[in-house]
């Protein structure tokens, strides 16, 4: 199993039309078969300060969802919104879901 834990900070004034976007990316990529959770949250301490926090089955899981339609709009659609570039870290886990 991988997790990611993709950070994105958002320019105030596009605290809505990114939470719109994060709902739109939300729910087909927890259908898609190698995912086995996908969630986002925001950081009660740093206004517009968000982290997606998804497990995959594995790398090809995650390259497949890289190559979706609706990742690739979501990506398009916040790089002009975010006040930083987005810090994806990965990890590896052993563990059964």
Do not use: C
């Not at 199993?1 to 809505?16: D, G, L, P, S």
């Not at 206004?47 to 998804?54: L, R, T």
């Amino acid at each position: 199993m991988i997790i990611i834990h993709a950070n994105i900070k958002v320019k105030t004034r596009f605290r809505e039309i990114f939470l719109e976007e994060a709902r739109l990316v939300a729910k087909p990529s927890q259908a898609e078969s190698g995912n086995i959770s996908y969630h986002y949250y925001e950081d009660p301490e740093d206004a517009n300060s968000f982290i997606f926090v998804e497990k995959w089955k594995d790398e090809q899981a995650i390259g497949r969802h890289e190559e979706t339609p609706h990742f690739k709009r979501f990506i398009k659609a916040v790089e002009p919104i975010v006040s930083e570039p987005i810090d994806a870290e990965l990890f590896e886990s052993s563990l059964k879901n």
